[in-house]
């Protein structure tokens, strides 16, 4: 090593505080990636991480880094094609049933493809539908960023959490997903009934506020058509998923295919250009992911390792795993759920299936709690100010303080009992 160890740790430590100041700020992709490079060198040159753990870190996280330049490709020309557009069709009626379509829908679209699409693609679409009408846009914006974070649980491919701590998981895709399937039905009816007695007063049928004179009907006057093409690869994909699973195929072979198939179908149709298709993949996040995962590593085996260690319990009782929830809500809240991912999954790994799956439900649950507990929710935030209906952080932690602790509760009971 060419420092200290105590030196050693503080440059990875203000490695990490450089990466999530750029995933706050999201700058330009030069500089986001810019940063990422240079993090990465930092922890290597001085010795902080082992150039052969170095490697290793890399090699297991390519992987999920081309998955996810893949789907997130997949989600810009579905986006494109109109499929976002055709789904919000069905988001009419009264202030309870478009936040609860919205809510349904946002689900399937999280489970489905990712979170990304749900907060950057989807987000959009709903707050138009509730505007159609002129009802506050606020419950359907909620059901939107609960579902990116919460119902992610469901499939390997839903988050970036989830793909991280699939090498970790003797568990196929189909094994995850059943796994899975109960804790993400109880979290949803949590959900449900938490959004709707949190935004009681906005889902009244004055909405809290009298609709603008100039409203139009809450039905669309023209329904959009669902692509077909872009609708069957995606089908077609998660299929391929489960197919591929047995034989230890990794998703991003499935997810390239799709996403080669898209891409020609849309360039024919002047939808996307090879160029425009490979910045969708944002290759600047995926190199923000690998320094994140060197950084991580780098104090995974040092002071912060060890406390996290220190905090977590030794069995997989219901108050065990309801511990390793707690830390990992905590961490993915301290450190964004990308981060904590990296940190927490492997050191709870040696316990089992169960404990994974436990901590997921601190990442992907828990990170609803505050906005800096995933991107996703930062993402969210921009998107929603991009559509002129700016978030009040007050009742943003509200809801996230009020609903958040008792969704976790209810997944890890539903774990303890079905596993």
Known sequence: MIVSSTAGELIALAGLAALLAIAYRNPRRAVEGGVAIAAALLVIATGVLELDAARRTVLDLAPVVLFLAFILTISEICGRAGLFEALGALIHGDPVRVFTVAFVIAAAVTSTLNLDATVVLFTPVVVAAARRPGYPVSPGGYACLRMANSASLLLPVSNLT???????????????????????????????????????????????????????????????????????????????????????????????????????????????????????????????????????????????????????????????????????????????????????????????????????????????????????????????????????????????LLLTPVSVTVAVAVLAVTS
């Not at 568990?171 to 009934?193: D, I, N, R």
């Not at 699973?245 to 799709?258: L, Q, R, T």
């Not at 910045?279 to 390792?305: T, Y």
């Open 162 to 400: 989830n793909l991280l701590a699939v090498p970790h998981l003797e568990l196929s895709f189909a094994g995850f997903a059943l796994a899975m399937a109960p804790v993400l039905t109880a979290v949803l009816m949590v959900e449900y009934v938490g959004l709707r007695l949190l935004l009681r007063r906005e889902l009244a049928p004055s909405g809290g506020c009298p609709p603008p004179p100039d409203a139009v009907p809450s039905t669309p006057t023209s329904t959009p058509t669902l692509p077909i093409v872009p609708a069957a690869v995606v089908a077609s994909m998660l299929v391929g998923f489960v197919a591929t699973s047995p034989w230890h195929v990794e998703p991003f072979w499935v997810a390239g295919i799709a996403t080669v198939t898209l891409t020609a179908w849309a360039a024919r149709r002047g939808l996307i250009a090879v160029p425009d298709a490979v910045a969708a993949a944002r290759p600047e996040f995926s190199l923000l992911v690998l320094a994140l995962g060197l950084v991580v590593a780098a104090l995974s085996v040092g002071a912060l390792g060890d406390a996290v260690t220190s905090l977590l319990p030794a069995g997989i009782g219901f108050v065990d795993l309801l511990v390793i929830a707690a830390v990992a809500t905590a961490l993915a809240n301290l450190l964004t759920n990308l981060s904590a991912t990296l940190l927490v999954v492997p050191l709870v790994a040696p316990l089992g299936d169960v404990a994974v799956l436990a901590a997921l439900i601190g990442l992907n649950v828990g990170s609803g709690l505050t906005l800096s507990g995933s991107l996703a929710n930062l993402l969210w935030r921009r998107t929603m100010a991009a559509c002129d209906a700016p978030v009040r952080l007050g009742e943003l932690h509200r809801i996230g």
